[in-house]
């Protein structure tokens, strides 16, 4: 079963072609991770699956609801796709449980007490138990982040979309954020993560997806062979040059 | 000017009176029709946008006493008859609440707008992630420019004088030109202006202080 199907996808911002001819499946369970030099549109791709952005022409099947339909209700589809942003976007205004529990209270209609109760064991899974009463900005980049994490865990979410979720981090914070991901595909979440780490997309990615110009140029199972032999020409640039960079 | 409070206390603590309750009217209203326009004028959808922009740009760019003076002698000569004071305090909530519209626009645009996205991919729908999310960061940022808003609008109110509203610069006139005591008078009717305005001020500076402390430490 796929829980995340385009076809023929076509996306313009205004008269930019952002996302050109995109043909793409993701399993239940599965774990993809998308990369690709900046502006080829990972991030329009990833914002397509909740919505975020309308694609213009093509066929956009998630969890069975069809996002070229205008009658699709965008709030129904959104309650099992969540998303990870690069920059957090905590609750400025709400603790950290408040973060977590406003989803499953407000839109699950759960009661305060069960969604407390289970915001605090998500705490507890991103080792941050300790800080329920805290106010986001008094947290580090990478407790946000896993903050955040817990946020859309709290949804029940049947898939979970991250946007480079390290990119903003200090190199000491990434870890544990990309520790707390893999604990989370391990579970069986299927999960779509655009990202820089290539550690993260050989070890946890059960397949990769290079972008560049608006197209998927590669899409591959044997993500440890991409990364020894990328087979498109702009694949090997992007590759080496991110190689030589880290 | 002691003279004047002793000889014409009731007079000019009448005009207190309805100056505060007119303001009291026109800052509720212009309050709740400013954040509905404000509302219309960044909502996804189009048309409220637009009925939201002319509104705004129409009453903040009439002089207010155009305004008032419209509702107090065109409206009656084709619709209901009103007062006075009536036609002053909705002149006066109708001008002030375009320039409260835009006060609260530029609070609720000033809030990141991944605020709003993170909100809508945790499954809120638009009111919702603008009743939890949005509006409450808004507040904080618009109370010190609405502190300034409602500060006018009391000013503003001695419009009220023009059309017989019975209001504070509406009994100062008449004492004044009765006693020809002006200079006393009108001294005496900008105390009492600022008996309102000044606590008004003070509050505003409080509730920016408490806030913009609260934000350091949160
Ligand atoms: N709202 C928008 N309006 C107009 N153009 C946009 C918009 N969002 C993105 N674009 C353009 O679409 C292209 C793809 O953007 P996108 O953010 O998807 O790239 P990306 O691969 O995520 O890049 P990065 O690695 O820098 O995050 C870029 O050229 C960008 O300028
Ligand atoms: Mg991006």
Known sequence: MSMIEFHNV???YGQFHALKDINFTVDNGEVVTII????????TLLRCINGLELISSGQLVVNNYDLADKKTDMNKMRKNVGMVFQHFNLYANKTVLQNITLGPTAVLKQSKAQSEDEAKKLLD???????????????SGGQQQRVAIARSLA???????FDEPTSALDPEMIGDVLQVMKTIAEQGMTMVVVTHEMGFAQEVGDRIVFMDDGRILEDRKDVSEFFKQPEDKRAQEFLSKVIKHI | MFEIFQNY???LWSGFGYTLLSSLYALIGSLVIGTLFALFEISPMKPLRVIGKIYVEIFRNIPLLVIAMIFY?????????????????IGLTIYTSAFIAETVRAGIESVDVGQMEAARSNGMTYIQAMRFIILPQAIKIVVPPLGNQFINLVKNSSVLAF????DLMYQGNIIASTTFKTTDTYFAVGLLYLIITLPMSYLMRYLEKKWSTEGDEA
Request: overall charge positive.
């Open chain 2, 163 to 166: 059309l017989a509203g019975f």
């Open chain 1, 125 to 139: 899974l991103v080792g941050l138990d300790n800080k329920a009463n805290s106010f986001p900005d008094q947290l």
């Open chain 1, 36 to 43: 690709g030099p900046s502006g080829s549109g990972k991030s």
């Open chain 2, 73 to 89: 002698i065109v409206v009656p000569q084709y619709f209901a008859k009103i007062d006075g004071f009536t036609a002053g305090t």
């Open chain 2, 9 to 11: 206390g009731s007079q």
């Open chain 1, 10 to 12: 076509e996306k313009y």
């Open chain 1, 155 to 161: 949804m029940k979410p049947k898939a979970l979309l």
